[in-house]
């Protein structure tokens, strides 16, 4: 088992057991700390502080907890707390990094039942992707791209990443 954490992002998409519906994560606790995303722009990193309703729809369809006739009452998600987060860095604004593992605690459930399906980062290949790659190899597999453009044109190149 590997002890490696993927951290989630803005967009990572979250299931509640009691639910029926997914919805991808939406952070609104802060506007300054991203992961993944080369224009800074939308990959927000989830964090211990996005309680309440910290999701795009704000639902997960219908609440199996909450039976009405034949049918179920609308879901209306309030994360109180999450579960099986990053404790090795704490955000600025007193947060804790959230994981693929972590898991949220709804009032309603009053455990942690949501849980999430993806993390929400991209793949995105990057100049140092090819520059220890086999030039045959990467012409068999990409006949169409040329190694070598991609490595001189690297915007990033020589860039470090800045901790947290």
Do not use: R
């Not at 509640?16 to 506007?31: I, N, R, T, Y």
């Not at 609440?63 to 579960?83: A, E, N, R, T």
Request: proline content about 6%; glycine content about 10%; some cysteine.
């Amino acid at each position: 088992m590997s002890s490696e954490k993927i951290l989630v992002c803005q967009g990572a998409m979250c299931q509640c057991k009691q639910g029926f519906a997914p919805d991808k994560l939406k952070v609104l606790s802060h506007k300054k700390y991203y992961i993944n995303d080369s224009s800074g722009g939308d990959k927000l990193v989830g964090n211990t502080m996005d309680l309440g309703i910290p999701f795009e729809a704000g639902t997960f369809g219908q609440c199996k907890l909450q039976p009405s006739g034949s049918s179920y009452l609308p879901c209306v998600p309030s994360i109180v707390k999450w579960d099986k987060f990053y404790e090795k860095v704490e955000l600025g604004n007193g947060g804790m990094i959230l994981t693929e593992e972590s898991k949220g605690v709804c009032a309603i459930a009053g455990s942690p039942v949501v849980e999430f399906m993806t993390n929400g980062q991209m793949g995105a290949p990057q100049a140092s992707n090819f520059e220890e790659e086999d030039e045959n190899v990467q012409n068999q597999l990409n006949p169409l791209v040329n190694p070598e453009e991609i490595i001189n044109d690297d915007p990033f190149k020589g860039v470090t990443a800045k901790s947290v």
